[in-house]
């Protein structure tokens, strides 16, 4: 079973309405969650890194949430533009031997 | 400043044929790591070293094999390719396994 669950793994939204992605992980022991912006045919850019005592980071219209406690984290994007069309995608990095263990990816279309 | 740089950025193959992927950093970063990525799948470590010398491998490393004789270059050779080693392959490398940067990928068809 994957250490790291993403959901919904693909949705389309309207241009400037909000979206939430969740990730669900069981890496353990935790050192800090990632969240990265994939646009097709490039690589993973990081939007967000958060460690174990952050509830909330913020980066523009991108807001990442973590709850250590459940093991969960969303990633909320707010006023989405057609240039937020991407696979969004939650790392989980643990402590000690700083692996990474990534989800699937969200796939976000956003449409005008 | 170039972050992580990946060649070929496109590259077709017979079965059979060996060749070596580029990876550089310019960031002289520790860690560098090199990953797949196919359809469905999340991205999946290859190899990974922590530093100059130091090699180990990740979770799909049969029929790839890497080195590291400086910090900045960290190629991937593919000894003998298949088909199933048709896949987008990324570089990426980090201070001290932290704040990974990816490069821009090697799409890799293999036939």
């Known amino acids: 079973k994957n250490q790291v669950e993403q959901s919904p793994q693909s949705l389309i939204i309207l241009e400037g309405k909000n979206c939430t992605l969740q990730?669900?992980?069981?890496?353990?022991?935790?050192?800090?969650l990632r969240w990265y912006k994939q646009d097709t045919g490039r690589g993973p850019v990081s939007l967000t890194i958060?460690?174990?005592?952050?509830n909330t980071k913020s980066n523009g219209r991108y807001t990442a949430t973590l709850d250590a406690d459940t093991k969960q984290s969303s990633l909320h994007i707010t006023a989405s533009q057609l240039s937020d069309s991407a696979s969004y995608i939650c790392?989980?990095?643990?402590?000690?031997?700083?692996?990474?263990?990534f989800g699937k990816g969200n796939q976000v279309v956003v449409i005008p | 400043n170039a972050g992580v740089t990946q060649t070929p950025k496109f590259q077709v193959l017979k079965t059979g044929q060996s060749m070596t992927l580029q990876c550089a950093q310019d960031m002289n970063h520790e860690y560098m790591s090199w990953y797949r990525q196919d359809p469905g799948m999340g991205l999946r470590l290859i190899h990974y070293s922590v530093g100059a010398g130091i090699t180990d491998q990740g979770e799909v490393p049969n029929g790839y094999n890497v080195s590291r004789s400086t910090t900045e270059d960290f190629p991937l050779r593919l000894l003998s390719a298949a088909p199933s080693q048709t896949s987008v392959y990324f570089c990426?490398?980090?201070?001290?396994?932290?704040?990974?940067?990816f490069g821009s990928g090697t799409r890799l068809t293999v036939v």
């Open positions: 790392v989980v990095i643990s402590y000690g031997n700083n692996r990474l263990a």
């Open positions: 990426a490398s980090s201070p001290q396994g932290h704040g990974y940067t």
């Open positions: 990730c669900n992980y069981t890496v353990s022991p935790f050192s800090n």
């Open positions: 958060m460690t174990f005592s952050e």
